[in-house]
């Protein structure tokens, strides 16, 4: 039986080209991180901050054309692990006929948040991704944020910047510039 999840963190980097997303069990306590691409991570966060581009985005435009063919993005699953790689589907519905898409895991989570469908995951698959070790998952290694702090703090002392913002590198890829209370 699959198991709701939902994406509890994105870390987006702008020096390094691993990005991760962390899902969280809806109702639990299990979670895991998911290494994804820029563009991905990028797409997944404007949408999380109610961003808007003048143009629609991959993931947008998927959006639109299951939409223009009378189709509903019902739920996205995280289907299979194998070898350190995450197997997704995109579950659509178009009247009562239901359609399964192979999916990066990426692209389903980043379509899944665009038309705020629910995401699931396999119950075998949450087991053995949560239970991965610690050191399989870097940067956040034991769920908490102090290598992204501390990275963040160096950026910040680089810049003249003493706050703690530890989404410094997300505002700014969005153009966005963080509050620093400096003119």
Do not use: W
């Amino acid at each position: 039986m699959p198991v709701q999840v939902e994406l509890s963190r994105i870390y987006i980097r702008e020096m390094v080209d691993m990005q991760i997303i962390e899902l969280s069990e809806v109702g639990g306590t299990r979670s895991f991180p998911i290494v994804i691409g820029m563009t991905e991570a990028c797409a997944i966060e404007r949408r999380r901050k109610g961003c808007s581009v003048e143009r629609p985005q991959t993931h947008d435009l998927l959006s639109n054309v299951i939409e223009a063919f009378g189709g509903t993005v019902d739920r996205i699953e995280i289907v299979a692990l194998k070898e350190g790689t995450f197997f997704a589907k995109i579950v659509l519905h178009q009247g009562k006929k239901e359609i399964e898409l192979d999916a990066r895991p990426s692209d389903a989570i980043a379509v899944a948040v665009s038309c705020n469908a629910p995401m699931f995951v396999a119950e075998d698959v949450l087991a053995e991704a949560a239970a991965a070790p610690a050191s399989a998952t870097p940067p956040f290694q034991d769920g908490s944020d102090e290598e992204s702090d501390a990275a963040d703090d160096d950026d910040d002392a680089a810049e003249g910047d003493d706050d703690d913002d530890v989404d410094d590198d997300v505002d700014n890829l969005f153009g966005e510039k963080p509050d620093s209370g400096k003119p």
